[in-house]
């Protein structure tokens, strides 16, 4: 069984920064992309910062330029570097995995539990 665990979500004031990290586990073959969502009251999930297993990255405009996403392939494991934030950014962080469980396996996406961050003086 797969698992995504995230961690490092919290308070933090405006301008201010955190650090996101997910770990994937379980039963694992390959890890493909990985990358980082958000949902914020009333509003419909959207993509952050996406990373594929090479290194190539995607951000969402909003992202551009204070968010930086990483992996580590040996750790299945990817992280989201959040800079200069703001009560906008305040949500719901999904991270999210496209891997395969074993190699006669399709990939599948899988997802996290959701971690909050809280943009707020």
């Known amino acids: 069984q797969v698992q995504l665990v995230e961690s490092g979500g919290g308070l933090v004031q405006p301008g201010g920064s955190l650090s996101l990290s997910c770990a994937a586990s379980g039963s694992i073959f390959r890890v493909y992309g990985m990358g980082w969502y958000r949902q914020a009251p009333g509003k419909q999930r959207e993509m952050v910062a996406r990373?594929?297993?090479?290194?190539?990255?995607n951000y969402a405009d909003s992202a551009k330029g204070r968010f930086t996403i990483s992996r580590d392939n040996a750790k299945n494991t990817v992280y989201l570097q959040m800079n200069s934030l703001k009560p906008e950014d305040t949500a719901v962080y999904y991270c999210n995995a496209n891997l395969s469980p074993t190699n006669w396996v399709p990939a599948r996406d899988y997802w996290g539990q959701g971690i909050q961050v809280t943009v707020s003086s």
């Open positions: 990373i594929s297993r090479g290194g190539s990255t």
